[in-house]
């Protein structure tokens, strides 16, 4: 097949790396997003996201013609789907969250009218097991004149597969070139296409497999992550009950040679180990009982650091009887859900900063050097301060995200109360 033109669809923090990465290879890429300022950003050749060296990538192929974004579908070859999948509000608490296919199914409605014979259309979304079969029903839904492999099988007018993104933030350019692919095709004709498309710039393996088996490889590898950190995070509630130190103890046991405990932190967040286990979790809730206990134990770490504060509140008033409540200063160290990105989805660290705003009666320096303003949706006490400054002025300092920047060698004020849910202050130098 010839993929002279590829469309993808949604610019966020996996979407625009893959349009510059197309683009790079010389192929005329169209970016499609709903946000009218994320369009105009990038075709000015800026990026409107934080991810190293992609600003370079956008850049230069903007400049060349290769990459241009839009508000409205256009015709292509090929079509990449990659929007938010999140998991709809619960009423009580106990429920179980399910996802909320509502952007995919916009960009399948959207990219509809445009869609001709021998087009390819991908999946790469986070998604639940039979997403993709859903997004190829509402597709045909909306062609009735075209035929999709559901119907016609390995003789479809259109192509349909499933190939989630398996990147990390900050390292998100290389990762995309270097980590071997998942494609998951309808057909095995689907899952060829899909391998040619992206053998454009993978130098890793595209593996094949059907989109059912694909969409659960993605869930499997987040969920196995987030089991893995509920152990750490519980392992730290444990350690702070028994009076022990978390990460000389975590040191320790690693030094078994098969053993290797992650570090605990104020719990998980982000678009993809925060959501992708409650996607198992909704299908088969009476098996999933390990994964279903891990995202609890996870979603609970964020309500015991803000306890904690509660604690060193109590802790700072009783040394200091003549002061009051609206004499402490609290630093938030950190608001992105992992360190050096600019990314809060689903960040416990923004969560607990928030919640410490809302509660507090004095105003709360948030300390986040990768954002530039606060979101609108913090409470009204906040104030985004640099680092350095608020260090000083902070009488209880609660680090939440190892950010580079917190790493340097810097003095902290003798009287500050630090908590520490990211363990690298532990030997700071006082005055």
Known sequence: MSFETISVIGLGYIGLPTAAMFASCKKKVIGVDVNQHAVDTINKGEIHIVEPDLDMLVHEAVSEGFLRATTMPEPADAFLIAVPTPFLSIENEGDIPNPDLKYIESAAKAIAPVLKKGDLVILESTSPVGATEQMAEWLAQERTDLTFPQTSGENSDIRIAHCPERVLPGHVVRELVENDRVIGGLTNKCSKAAVELYKCFVKGDCVITNARTAEMAKLTENSCRDVQIAFANELSMICDKLDIDVWELISLANRHPRINILQPGPGVGGHCIAVDPWFIVSKTPEH???????????????????????????????????????????????????????????????????????????TVLFVEPNIKILPESVAVNSRLTEFHKAIQDTDIAVLLVDHSIFKENFVIPKSTIVIDTKGIWKNLPVR
């Open 288 to 362: 999933a009982k390990l994964i279903h206990t891990a995202r609890k134990v996870n979603d609970a770490k964020p309500e015991w650091v803000i306890n904690k504060v509660k604690l060193a509140i109590a802790d700072f008033l009783q040394t200091n009887p003549n002061k009051n409540a609206t004499d402490i200063t609290i630093g938030c160290f950190g608001l992105a859900f992992k360190p050096d990105i600019d990314d809060l989805r689903e960040s416990p660290s923004l969560f607990i900063a928030n919640s410490i705003a809302k509660s507090h009666p004095a």
